[in-house]
């Protein structure tokens, strides 16, 4: 497959990668997504789906701002494929309940309340009785809670399985098996990438390889750092309709799905490329969702899984131009890639086609990595 190319190459089909192609593509870019194994696969698929800034951000942030920026896209975003592919998304703004059961959690939440209305977000503090009123099945250990209306789930595959059909539909190639090695440039320009089925040459690349993204070689005098943090969930099959919010405590969440499952996490585990689900992981996951609701105790076990979300070792994404004209890094979301498909995509794409760079994406140049 030598000499192949593209204006713009895109390296791994997570959601990241998917959702800036199909942007692009939008902008009538030639748009090639060039993927390790089969599209989708890894931290994306793995992932429970919440959209929640609120619950996961602990002050107010460029980060969080981000965040909350894509949270409000959302339905635009899941809408434009449901009227592209005719796929259900499964998007809902379900609301959020977080619990507190001890009194350091609860001192914990009211610094979060107070936050977050100094900068206006939608928050409620609810006490014992109120929260039970909202999810019936809590354990009477439950202190006291904050309501979060504006956050959102969505079922990530469904999602993954619309931006692929909805990227086919403007003919983005997605090539499978293709991994990149390498960049290629020729002074400070880039020319494309090397992979294990020969050079593609582009005039733009974009690293969206997720865990992987500091592997691909490139003549920077940095390797912008990103590590995998292994996730674990289960899914159980409640007798009947359980769950009706997304539920959060210091220790985890639970999430619904439509169809009754209930998915539960998760563990954050520095253990590198390992993907395997451990006992230690369930009994951690299982353990704080039986201190919350009791009951689950008798609900089927469905399935379970592991995944590798892609951290910066600021805890930040990388999203932006790096020193070689043409090359851009759109990477490392660690817990909130799926929330953050949109505004990445939004971002990025702006900064592609217009060479401008948006407001909201000044903190996460790759350039910070810069050695001095
Ligand atoms: C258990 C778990 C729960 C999560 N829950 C949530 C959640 O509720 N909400 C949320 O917003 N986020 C959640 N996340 C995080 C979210 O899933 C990730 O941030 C997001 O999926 C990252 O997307 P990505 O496209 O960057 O990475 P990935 O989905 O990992 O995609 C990267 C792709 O690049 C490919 N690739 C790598 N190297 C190369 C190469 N050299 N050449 C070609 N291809 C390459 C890989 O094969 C892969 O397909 C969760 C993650 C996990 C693991």
Redesign the pocket.
């Known amino acids: 497959m030598a000499n192949q190319s593209s204006d713009i190459v895109i ?7 998917l959702s800036l192609a199909y942007r692009l593509a939008l902008e009538k870019a030639s748009v090639t997504v ?4 089969q ?14 800034p609120q619950a996961e951000m602990d002050q107010m942030s460029p980060l969080t701002e981000l965040c909350v920026a894509s949270r409000s896209l959302y339905a635009g975003f899941v809408q434009e494929f449901v009227s592209r592919t005719g796929l259900d998304i499964e998007f809902s703004k379900s609301g959020l309940l977080y619990v507190a059961l001890s009194e350091t959690e609860q001192i914990e939440l009211g610094k979060r309340y107070q936050w977050q209305r100094k900068f206006g977000l939608l928050v409620h503090q609810l006490t014992r009785q109120e929260a039970l009123q909202v999810e019936s099945g809590l354990s009477p250990e439950v202190r006291a809670a904050l309501f979060f209306p504006e956050e959102a ?1 969505v079922d ?1 595959v469904r999602l993954l399985e619309a931006l692929k059909i909805a990227c086919g539909l403007l003919q983005v190639r997605l090539v499978t098996g ?4 390498s960049i290629k440039s020729e002074g400070p320009r880039i020319k494309g990438v090397n ?1 294990n089925l020969g050079l593609w040459a582009a005039e733009k690349v974009i690293i ?6 500091s ?2 070689d490139s003549p920077l005098p940095y390797k912008v750092p990103i590590k995998p943090a ?4 289960i899914a159980v099959k409640p007798p009947a309709l359980f769950l009706k919010h997304i539920v959060y405590s210091a220790n985890g969440y639970l ?1 619904p799905r439509r169809d009754g499952r209930v998915f539960l ?2 563990t954050v585990e520095w253990v590198g490329y390992d993907k395997n689900v451990t006992l230690e992981g369930l009994h951690h996951i299982i353990f704080w969702t039986l201190a919350i609701f009791p009951e689950m105790k008798s609900f089927a076990f469905s399935s379970c899984w ?5 951290y910066c070792e600021d805890g930040v994404p990388v999203l932006g131009s790096a020193e070689i004209e043409g090359l851009y890094f ?2 490392g ?8 498909a949109p505004i990445t995509a939004k971002l990025m794409t702006d900064l592609i086609i217009t060479e401008k760079l948006p407001k909201l994406l000044e903190s996460f140049s790759p350039t910070r990595f810069k050695p001095n």
Not at 230 to 233: A, C, F, P
Not at 306 to 310: D, Q, V
């Open positions: 390296v791994g089909g997570g959601v990241i990668g060039l993927e390790k194994g599209i989708g696969q890894e931290a994306s698929i793995a992932g429970a789906g919440i959209l929640a789930y990530n293709c991994q990149a090695t992979t969206a390889a997720g865990c992987w993204s592997m691909i292994r996730g674990q969930l999430v996490g998760s592991a995944g590798l979300r892609p759109a990477t979301h660690f817990r909130n890639g799926l929330l953050l």
